[in-house]
């Protein structure tokens, strides 16, 4: 298992392990919203974000994406889920920050709680413009 720099060639399994994850854990918003900004993250977020990927046996488990300190996506792969890759691909970029914003659904609930476990708290709420659905906007900060 390894942790590495994303590659051009991974967008693709990127992006299906993002479509995948974002149907299952956002069961609350139709499916539809995610496949019509299947294109977008293709094309225009994962190229313009620092992505890291984890590979397992020789394929893409998951990845994570930041935009300077702010987490813009981590997904796992809904069959690689529970085996701690979510936290192995968060502590990697946490070795490199200071601080991580993100912003999270209210209504996921597992993922309110897997980031509470690893050290952020909720800062403030807000409202996703393009889903209309309730946020935490959550904060971790580098112990001194």
Do not use: C
Not at 42 to 56: I, K, N, R
Not at 90 to 117: C, D, M, P
């Amino acid at each position: 298992m390894v942790v590495r720099l994303f590659a051009e060639n991974d967008i693709d399994p990127m992006v299906e392990i993002w479509l995948a994850g974002s149907k299952e854990a956002h069961r609350f918003i139709p499916s539809e919203y995610w496949e019509s900004n299947r294109s977008v993250m293709q094309e225009t977020y994962l190229p313009m974000s620092q992505s890291y990927v984890l590979e397992a046996e020789g394929a893409i488990a998951g990845f994570i994406s930041m935009v300077d300190d702010y987490l813009a996506a981590l997904f796992v792969s809904p069959a690689e889920q529970g085996k701690g890759y979510g936290k192995l691909l968060l502590n990697h970029v946490k070795n490199q920050k200071e601080s991580i914003t993100l912003k999270v659904y209210q209504e996921n609930g597992h993922a309110i709680r897997f980031y509470q476990k690893n050290g952020f708290v909720i800062a403030s709420e807000a409202v996703d413009d393009n889903t209309s659905s309730k946020e935490y906007v959550m904060v971790w900060n580098k112990k001194a």
